[in-house]
Nanobody
Framework: QVQLVESGGGLVQPGGSLRLSCAAS????????MGWYRQAPGKQRELVAR???????NYADSVKGRFTISRDNAKNTVYLQMNSLKPEDTALYYC?????????WGQGTQVTVSS
């Protein structure tokens, strides 16, 4: 079993930055693909960014060049650095850990971009 705890969400003005953190309950990055997803009201959950065990990344087109996913193996923590935030980035952001048929989710952290 893996527990994931997100933090770092909040209210930010357009153009601002936030860094989300996802702390895993144990060391999993050598096996698990780590992902950040988001879900806005009335919309489906969508992939924002993903980081594989070997360090490959991919991003949704809507966040390329603005968001960066990274990890700190010593802290068992994955980050999502979000820059140049837009109102359309407003959503509940979830952390995900996936390995074969093991699929874990955090509780989510709210990001609101508004003036």
């Amino acid at each position: 079993q893996v527990q994931l705890v997100e933090s770092g969400g909040g209210l930010v003005q357009p153009g601002g930055s936030l860094r989300l953190s996802c702390a895993a309950s144990r060391s999993i990055f050598s096996l698990y693909v780590m992902g950040w997803y988001r879900q806005a009201p009335g919309k489906q959950r969508e992939l924002v960014a993903r980081l594989t065990p070997v360090g490959s990344t991919n991003y949704a087109d809507s966040v390329k060049g603005r968001f960066t996913i990274s990890r700190d193996n010593a802290k068992n923590t994955v980050y999502l650095q979000m820059n140049s935030l837009k109102p359309e980035d407003t959503a509940l952001y979830y952390c995900n850990a996936l390995y074969i048929n093991r699929d874990y989710w955090g509780q989510g952290t709210q990001v609101t971009v508004s003036s």
